[in-house]
């Protein structure tokens, strides 16, 4: 009788917490009025602190969430594939969200590469560009399929990173830095003065993408609803973007993620990874070239969604956006780097009405967490490969 | 007190220059199976100099080095590691934000072989490795101190310093090397604490490993007292002395190195 009483007591704890925060989401999506929108963000932030900083909140919810581990993720799960239905009335939230999902592929890209390796690549507008303009240029001058098109850019994105990535191999932290600042300023300089490639008018008309002869033009009719075409961009970008989360998950639960923090200069020792036997250079590029093709994948699915790639789009400043949402999701943390790419793009949309205060206030909320809390929003847990080990005990698993 | 005169390691006029500076000078000496050498010598005598020739670190103007008759000089730091030549740190270079067993599996990281398709589709040969190379860890952390067995999964930087020191050693084994160069070991710990992981050091090897030579660079004479079969004086670069602790000890020019005239 105890027992089942916990049981129903941990389960509605789990259910109540679920739809809370969705509810706070679409809320906070939903609500134009600027005051009540603080209002929101203010309520979500207090939730967040106090879960955070109260253990008799803290507790109860994280045992409920370990007895009910598959449900919970099975729950989150269905509403962000839900989502369309719930916003279907708003088509611009449907688009800015698979803009969102894009910007966790490309987040999730830097993560591999400076996260995990410690490569910082400052460049990651350029890779985006070149998965853009590759598809871009396949798809109007060869008019090969959109699909395959995200394929080639991802490629293309990761055979110009190791071309790059050749000469500059035998540098290191700052220096990488700025030979990836150098290849984005003359890569949008090449995009504004390369006439094959547009000129700074870019290309246009590009195909929007399609699978087949199935449009994405067309709306979605299922079980009543009708969804707005934009959901189907969502859902390519929501099936992209779970198998690349799902292998950015893997690789960094395996030796492949421990030998990258093993040479990381932030988290571990170059020299003595060498001297453990690691090739640090091999290493080093192939964490460059995956993330690069994370990145080329969204920037392919970029110009096929939006038909219309050019220059003013492939800037520093996007550089340095994609490479913040790294630091303030927490660095190497793939829940932390998601999340921080979602606020990132959803927030300035939230507030146009201050639009010309945005990158102000984004620039007083990164110099705050890297006061107060420089693990980042979502701080990387410790290693367990998949294995199940609470760390409050940190006990050796069992045979 | 040489328990097995079979030779292991061996380096002849070893030498290596920093622009005008000599800081290994025309260095010879040879480790037996299973010895325990102690290199003393005062600050700047060119005994972490030394170790990173050994390791291939810094690669050798003169001279040459060789583990059981096979010759080294010139390979780079991890294929001199896979011939089976493991150090540590004078700093301590533990990952800290990364968990004990994490640790020890980075020097374990050549005996896995599970690729990307291992760990991106199919995982159970990755399982496979894991659950084993958990066994190895437990294993080694175990020959130096039981709790540590607990913490696996804990961050290194909640250990203790003297713990984190094992760690260190532990994860140089973790590859069975023949030969183990440890790098001021007691470096930033008390001298209760530097006795204790000394004893720790002698009675692993005692126990566990017997054959394994362990080259200790300490430049606390005291510490290394009855833990080593051999003993080499460095100064200046250069061999000044070599013998039992006893003889070296004795030996003038050392002091003279240590005290002054």
């Not at chain 1, 350029?126 to 060869?142: C, D, N, P, Q, S």
């Not at chain 1, 453990?276 to 093709?293: E, H, P, Q, R, Y």
Request: charged share 15%; aromatic share 10%.
């Amino acid at each position: 009788m105890k027992e089942l009483k916990s049981f129903l007591r941990d389960f509605c704890l789990i259910l109540f917490c679920i739809l809370a925060s969705c509810v706070a989401f679409v809320a906070f999506l939903r609500i134009t009025n600027l005051l009540a929108l603080l209002g929101i963000i203010l309520a979500i932030v207090a939730a967040i602190y106090l879960f955070n900083r109260v253990e008799g909140i803290k507790t109860p919810i994280a045992r409920a969430f370990e007895r009910f581990r598959k449900f919970s993720y099975g729950s989150i799960i269905a509403i962000i594939i839900l989502l369309p239905f719930i916003l279907r009335s708003s088509p611009y939230w449907i688009f800015i969200l698979t803009l969102a999902v894009l910007w966790i592929i490309v987040v999730l890209g830097i993560n591999i590469q400076f996260g995990s390796a410690g490569i910082i690549n400052l460049g990651a507008a350029a890779f985006y560009g070149v998965g853009a303009y590759t598809a871009g240029m396949f798809a109007t001058k060869l008019g090969l399929p959109p699909l395959l098109n995200l394929l080639l850019g991802a490629v293309m994105a990761m055979v110009v990173g190791s071309i790059l990535f050749i000469p500059v191999l035998k540098t290191r932290s700052y220096y990488l830095a700025l030979v990836t600042i150098a290849f984005v300023m003359a890569f949008h300089t090449l995009l504004n003065n390369a006439e094959w490639l547009g000129g700074a008018q870019g290309i246009v008309g590009i195909p929007l993408m399609s699978i087949g002869n199935y449009s994405f033009l067309q709306e979605i009719n299922i079980l009543g609803f009708k969804l707005p075409s934009q959901s189907n961009f969502y859902y390519l970008a929501l099936a992209l973007g779970g198998l690349l989360t799902f292998g950015a998950v893997r690789l960094w639960n395996s030796w492949i993620g421990l030998t990258w923090n093993s040479f990381n200069e932030d988290t571990g020792d170059e020299l003595s990874a060498q001297c453990m036997g690691v090739a640090v250079n091999k290493w080093s590029m192939l964490a460059f070239t995956i993330g690069n093709f994370y990145i080329g994948l969204a920037g392919a699915f970029y110009a096929h969604m939006t038909t219309y790639i050019a220059p003013p789009d492939i800037t520093f400043y996007l550089s340095l956006l994609f490479l913040s949402a790294v630091i303030l999701g927490g660095v190497d943390s793939i829940l932390g780097v998601s999340t921080a790419a979602v606020l990132l793009v959803i927030m300035p949309e939230k507030l146009r009405a201050l639009q010309q205060y945005w990158v102000i206030i984004f620039g007083i909320i990164l110099v705050l967490m890297l006061i107060l809390r420089r693990e980042g929003l979502i701080p990387a847990k410790v290693r367990t490969y998949g294995l199940r080990i609470s760390r409050a005990t940190a006990n050796p698993p069992e045979k | 007190m040489t328990r097995n005169s079979s030779e292991l390691f061996n380096c002849e006029r070893l030498t290596k220059d920093f622009g005008g500076l000599r800081a290994v000078d025309r260095v010879d000496f040879e480790v037996s199976e299973g010895q325990i050498v102690g290199l003393i010598g005062p600050n700047g005598a060119g005994k972490t100099t030394l170790f990173n020739l050994i390791t291939g670190v810094y690669q050798p103007n003169e001279g040459r080095f060789g583990l059981r008759e096979e010759d080294l000089t010139g390979l780079m730091p991890h294929q001199i590691k896979k011939k089976g030549i493991s150090r540590t740190f004078q700093q301590s270079r533990l990952v800290l934000g990364l968990s004990v067993y994490d640790n020890l599996f980075v020097g374990m990281l050549e005996t896995f072989h599970s690729g990307f398709f291992d760990t991106l589709i199919r995982r159970s040969r990755f399982k496979k490795e894991l659950t084993t190379a958990i066994e190895r860890a437990n294993q080694l952390l175990k020959q130096f101190n039981e709790e540590l067995v607990e913490k696996g999964f804990a961050p290194a930087s909640e250990i203790s310093q003297i713990d984190r020191r094992r760690l260190e050693i532990c994860r140089a084994l973790a590859t069975e090397p023949a030969l183990l160069l440890l790098d001021e070991p007691s470096a930033g710990m008390t001298p209760e604490e530097s006795i204790e992981l000394m004893s720790d050091i002698r009675r692993v090897q005692e126990n566990y490993y017997p054959r394994l030579s362990i080259i200790l660079v300490e430049h606390d004479m005291m510490v290394i007292e009855g833990i080593t079969d051999k003993v080499i004086a460095l100064n200046y670069g250069k061999k000044i002395a070599e013998g039992t602790f006893e003889e070296v000890t004795r030996n003038e020019e050392l002091r003279e190195a240590y005290l002054g005239k």
